[in-house]
């Protein structure tokens, strides 16, 4: 029963037990992300290993997740197994994964009726404690049980040879296997399809993690999974943009934008691989971070710009630290998170520049460059970072650059200290303010500019990079790679064969 008590000043209102608890379910995980969020708590408990065990039984199937984490003693245990274990105001160690103190309920309810979790401390012996939905039902009170349930025992017993650890056991899944037969085909097989979709998610969110050598291994039915890099940072032929750092209060957010492969520069497994679990152009955008879990794997955000064929090879890494959670709007599931409102303009600059390069790289543009200007973008101004300082200089590879200093040294002297004084005196602050007023007043690279002007600067460059050996074609290939003519492929097309 439901105990409620009143006073002059309140009525005392609990809510009723089984309720609630058929509410924690509908949190909107699958048993990819409910699983996940399980590890995540593995994670948090410093665990090398975690075994995930898939037993095909049909309605009686089950699954257990075990960890060699630091483990819990009794009364931590109550407490873990407690809705809201932990208010998610309080501040969280810089590694803790967890936020709200509801994961391990609301992620398994959502999978099963009856969620069993044995833990053992160093030093202790293991304690177990047992939600059941059926019996919580039927008492109405929030009766937490003190052992496993007959005939369960045996699946809890990995801890007996172990320092500490935990073990979650879902059993009574009956939105995974309700209702089905243990030889039904067509019932085992989605079940083992099932087991694939696992996988292929927590090597995608846990990809960090599993990449480093004596991080975490994560073994589903005895096999070990190997991490998916969604950046193909291995290949050559993945341009890694400017990193950039942003700030919100003191929390630094850090943006590494890649543009991957054309399909022709990767073999055709790779390039399959690299589509990630839900497609190419499912997993364009952004890729959210927070501690080096993956919370979003490819969203651009809510910030107007579409997923579109054209930009599916832009990815952005972004990282953040875990005292962001509530300007982040981090859910429970660990699946969503948007950027507050005052970094939203400058994530949509990187979001619109890498989609920019990103489409160039699609259409198969600029293929044929000297190996020595390699495949990356050639950017005028380059941002840098000292002593948590920003700053911007020019790029002193940039071929007018490189062309112009290309004097006698007296009068390089000259060019080299006008480039410092504009380096020195870019008006930052002027531009941040006028661009906090509106974004859309600043003007475009040539804007409103004549062709011939453009085309003057243009051919600037194009001799420079000609007397520096490269052959026309080589040369208009590296300028539509080139801030801000990629915008002026007409006018490249219109540059002379011979520069004499
Ligand atoms: N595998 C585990 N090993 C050790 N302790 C655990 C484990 N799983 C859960 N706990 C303990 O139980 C607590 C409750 O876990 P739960 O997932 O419900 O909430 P949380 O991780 O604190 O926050 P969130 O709701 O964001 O996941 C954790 O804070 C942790 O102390
Ligand atoms: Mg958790």
Redesign the pocket.
């Known amino acids: 029963m439901v105990r409620e008590r009143a006073n002059d000043e309140y009525d005392l209102v609990e809510p009723r037990a089984p309720a609630m608890l058929e509410s924690l379910r509908a949190f909107g995980y699958n048993i990819q992300t409910a699983i996940a ?1 399980l590890i ?3 994670i ?2 410093g665990a090398k290993n975690v075994w995930l065990q898939f037993y095909w039984d049909g309605s009686e199937s089950y699954i257990s997740i075990l ?1 060699d ?4 003693t009794e009364a ?1 245990l109550v407490n ?1 197994m407690r809705p809201g ?2 208010n998610p105001l309080e501040e969280r160690e810089p590694n803790d994964l ?8 609301t992620a398994s309810f959502s999978q099963c009726r009856r969620l069993t979790v044995c ?1 053992k401390a160093v030093n202790q012996n293991s304690v177990t404690r047992r939600w059941d939905l059926d019996y919580v039902s039927q008492t109405g009170e929030w009766r937490l049980l003190r052992s496993a349930a007959s005939g369960s025992e045996e699946r809890l017993t990995a801890l007996e040879q172990m320092e500490s650890g ?1 073990v ?1 056991l879902w059993e009574s899944m009956d939105r995974v296997v309700g209702g089905t037969k243990t030889d039904d085909p067509k019932a085992h097989n989605r079940f083992l399809e099932m087991i694939e979709d696992v996988e292929k998610h927590l090597t995608m969110v846990f990809h960090r993690f599993l990449e480093r050598k004596n991080k975490l291994q994560i073994w589903i039915n005895q096999r070990l999974i190997e991490p998916w890099d969604p950046f193909l940072t291995n290949e050559k032929a993945t341009q890694w943009l400017p990193e950039e750092n942003l700030y919100f209060r003191e929390d630094r957010v850090v943006i590494q934008p890649y543009v991957l492969p054309h399909h022709s520069k990767v073999d055709s497994q790779t390039y399959e691989k690299a589509a990630g679990p839900n497609g190419w152009n499912a997993q364009q955008g952004f890729y959210i971070y927070r501690n080096e879990r993956m919370l979003v794997a490819g969203d651009w955000l809510g910030l107007g710009l579409q997923r579109d064929e054209h930009c599916k090879l832009a990815r952005i890494q972004v990282d953040l630290p875990n005292s962001m959670d509530s300007d982040w709007n981090i859910d ?1 599931k660990k699946s969503r998170a948007r950027p507050p409102a005052s970094l939203r303009e400058d994530f949509k600059r990187i979001a619109k520049l890498t989609r920019a390069r990103a489409s160039d790289i699609y259409r198969y543009r600029g293929k044929v460059i000297a190996r020595k200007y390699s495949d990356n973008y050639v950017f005028t101004w380059l941002k840098k970072l000292k002593h948590g300082k920003v700053f911007y200089v020019i790029n002193p590879e940039h071929p007018l650059v490189k062309e112009a200093l290309n004097i006698p040294t007296e009068y390089r002297q000259i060019i080299k200290a006008l480039l410092r004084l504009i380096e020195e005196t870019v008006p930052v602050q002027q531009i941040w303010l006028d661009s906090a007023v509106s974004s859309e007043q600043h003007s475009q690279p040539f804007e409103g500019v004549p062709a011939r002007e453009v085309r003057e600067v243009m051919m600037q460059i194009y001799q420079a990079l000609i007397k520096d050996g490269l052959t026309t074609s080589e040369a208009r290939s590296l300028l539509v790679k080139m801030e801000p003519f990629q915008h002026f492929e007409e006018l490249i097309a219109t540059l002379p064969e011979s520069t004499y």
Do not use: P
């Open positions: 969020d995540d708590n593995s948090s408990a960890d984490g630091k483990g819990m931590e873990a274990s932990r967890g936020r709200f103190g509801l994961g391990l309920k833990a935990t979650v429970v």
